[in-house]
C-alpha cells in the first residue's frame, strides 16, 4: 500500500489530453513540494516535473503539474505512442521522515 | 554527462549479504546527496536509504533499517549498499539516485541504469 495514491491504468488516443492524479495528505503533497518521474518500459525512472511544475530541459511543454491542497495532478496534452509508461508521483513525508512514492500509473496510447 | 552505474546485484540465499556499488561521474560527486531506491518485479518505486554529500545524515526506510547500511567514499565517486540478512521480499532492481534540490523539496535525477538483487534459496 503506497502512502500516496494514483490510478493504476489510464489510457487516451493520440492527440488527446489525459491527467494522473495523486492524492496524499497533509505530511506529504499538503507540505512539501510533488515531482513526477516518467519510466519507459525497460528502463530506469526519469524525472518529468520537480517542484510542483517545473519541467527539467528536455522534457516537452506537452507535460505539465499542478498541485493543490493534498494532491497533484500531472497533464499530458497531445497524447504521442512514446508517452507509454508508467508515470510515478513523489513528494517529502514529514511523518516518515522520507521521501514517499504512489504507486504509480500505467499509461495506455490506444 | 552525469551518470550513474550500478554493479554488485545477484543471487543470494535468504539470509546472505550482498553489496552493491554506485559509480558517478560527469558531477562534482562529494556536493550531492545520494540514494539507493528499489522497484520489487512488476512493482512500484520505494525508498530505501539516503546518505548526506560528507556522511552527516543518513536515513532508512522502516522495512530495512538494522539490516541495511549505506555509504559512500568520496575520493572514488562512489555510493555502497551493505545489505545483510537479506529476505525474499529485498527481491528487487536497485537504483542509485541522485538528490536534488532543497531538504523535504528535493528530487532524485539522474537514476543509475539499476543492478536486480535476487533473494532466493
Known amino acids: 500500500q503506497s502512502v500516496l495514491t494514483q490510478p493504476p491504468s489510464a489510457s487516451g488516443t493520440p492527440g488527446q489530453r489525459v491527467t494522473i492524479s495523486c492524492s496524499g495528505s497533509s505530511s506529504n503533497i499538503g507540505s512539501n513540494t510533488v515531482n513526477w518521474y516518467q519510466q519507459l518500459p525497460g528502463t530506469a525512472p526519469k524525472l518529468l516535473i520537480y517542484s510542483n511544475t517545473q519541467r527539467p530541459s528536455g522534457v516537452p511543454d506537452r507535460f505539465s503539474g499542478s498541485k493543490s491542497g493534498t494532491s497533484a495532478s500531472l497533464a499530458i496534452s497531445g497524447l504521442q505512442s512514446e508517452d507509454e509508461a508508467d508515470y510515478y508521483c513523489?513528494?517529502?513525508?514529514?511523518?516518515?521522515?522520507?521521501?514517499?512514492f504512489g504507486g504509480g500509473t500505467q499509461l495506455t496510447v490506444l | 554527462e552525469v551518470q550513474l552505474v550500478e554493479s554488485g546485484g545477484g543471487l543470494v540465499k535468504p539470509g546472505g549479504s550482498l553489496r552493491l556499488s554506485c559509480a558517478a561521474s560527469g558531477f562534482p560527486f562529494s556536493s550531492y546527496s545520494m540514494n539507493w531506491v528499489r522497484q520489487a518485479p512488476g512493482k512500484g518505486l520505494e525508498w530505501v536509504s539516503s546518505i548526506s554529500s560528507v556522511s552527516g545524515y543518513i536515513y532508512y526506510a522502516d522495512s530495512v533499517k538494522g539490516r541495511f547500511t549505506i555509504s559512500r567514499d568520496n575520493a572514488k565517486n562512489s555510493l555502497y549498499l551493505q545489505m545483510n540478512s537479506l529476505r525474499a521480499e529485498d527481491t528487487a532492481v536497485y537504483y542509485c539516485?541522485?538528490?536534488?534540490?532543497?531538504?523535504?523539496?528535493?528530487?532524485?535525477?539522474?537514476w543509475g541504469q539499476g543492478t536486480l538483487v535476487t533473494v532466493s534459496s
Open positions: 513523489a513528494a517529502w513525508d514529514d511523518s516518515l521522515n522520507g521521501p514517499v
Open positions: 539516485a541522485r538528490y536534488v534540490g532543497a531538504l523535504k523539496t528535493q528530487w532524485f535525477d539522474p
